[in-house]
Each structure stands twice: as C-alpha cells, then as structure tokens.
C-alpha cells in the first residue's frame, strides 16, 4: 500500500524522486495529458524506506537497475491539484543506472514499464524553458547546488 492518505479534500504523499544526471543533462518525466515536469521516481509504499521505493519505482517505470549515490534534499511541499490541498514529503536522491537509457538525442520518449508518462533529457542550460515542479527543485539543478537541505513550500490558498 503506498504512502498516501485522502481524507475528505486533502491528500498526504510521501515520494522519493531521483536526480539522475548524465552529460550535462537531467532526466524529467511528465504525464502524458499534462504539460508540468517532475523528476521520475514514486510514491513510498508503507514499511519500504526510502531508497528502496526509489530503486523499485527506477525498475518499474524505466527498467534500470540503480545505485542510489547520497541524498539531496527534503522538500515539504503544500499545494492545490485537482481542487484537492496537498501535503506532499519528497526526498530527493542522487543516483546512477546500471545501464544507463539513451539521451534520445534530446527528444521526449516513452517506455513499456511506464506508457503514461513522457521522458526527457534536458540540458540543465535550458531548464529555465520548463515547468518543473517544485521549483526548488529546479533552481537547485541549475545552480548546480547539491548539498543535503530541506526545504518549505507552502503556496498561498
């Protein structure tokens, strides 16, 4: 069972997301019916911790066998999707792929495991050009700013 609870119109999600980086460029996902990016990754499921969710939904959604290389960043987040509010835990963590998936030249594509959803490899230059949710999660990239933190987001109502 994952980690999420609905009571009434609000929404607890505890997810892992994964920065994987290769030459110069972040893997993002997105849904295939929206136009806002995320990093990949999951929802935890309860009694799982942390990196093994993230190495579970990294197979699932992508077929890759990953090492997970040091944690990033908490990020506390609360927001309004689909007129329910959300309280949203993430934890963000840096990994590398066994058999890393091809840049694709730039251009979105999707997989078997995960058909509802579009990747892409974007130039951390150019991720000023995307939503990318949340945000701190994109400054932090294109500052190149990996350190441990934990972050508040608590958008007004």
Known sequence: MDAVFHVEHQVFNYRVAAVMIKEGRVLMHRAKA??????????????EDAKSSLKREMKEELDLNVTVDG???TVENFFTYAEKEI???????????????????????????????VFKWVSLEDLNEYVLH????????????????????????
């Open 134 to 157: 949340p945000q701190v999660v994109k400054e932090k990239l294109i500052e190149g700013s990996f350190e441990p933190d934990y972050f508040l987001i608590d958008q007004p109502q």
């Open 34 to 47: 929206e136009t806002n990016w995320s990093l990949p990754g999951g929802r935890v499921k309860l009694g």
């Open 71 to 73: 944690f990033l960043w």
């Open 87 to 117: 309280h949203e835990v993430g934890l963000y963590f840096k990994i590398t792929a066994e058999n890393p998936l091809p840049l694709h030249d730039g251009e979105e594509f999707t997989v078997l495991e995960a058909d509802r959803l």
